[in-house]
């Protein structure tokens, strides 16, 4: 995947990492694609800890520490760091989804005033700056 000179800070939902580390950059709409190769890339600490509870279920075969040091090498993916009680303070508000990770990701993108880039429908239904 080309990159671009960075601009905008765009945090990654945690399946846009899974196939981005995968390779499978086909599976990303073409304003996905764009926003990712001229964004700032980062993930929240949240996607982290996701991808570690995919490794341990068996969805993902690798570590999530081995996948992000990837990315951060092949695409300059970098974790953000931001006061959990600032992302926690936020998420309580986002009562559109019972799925925490999601609430927490989503929280940690609008206190970065990120785009988001992720395929989920409803991330996308309630998050002004998700892109899909």
Known sequence: MARTTKSALVHLDT???C?????????LTAASLQTIESGLLQVSPVVQLELTYLHEIGRISREASYVLDAL????GLSVADVSLA????IAGALTWTRDPFDR??????MIAD??????????RKHCD???W
């Open 114 to 123: 990120a785009a988001l880039v992720s395929k989920d429908r409803l991330i």
């Open 86 to 89: 600032q992302v926690m303070k």
């Open 19 to 27: 196939w981005l580390y995968e390779g499978r950059s086909e599976l």
């Open 15 to 17: 399946h846009i990492v």
């Open 104 to 109: 927490m990701i989503v929280a940690h993108a």
């Open 129 to 131: 700056k998700a892109i």
């Open 72 to 75: 951060a090498k092949d695409i």
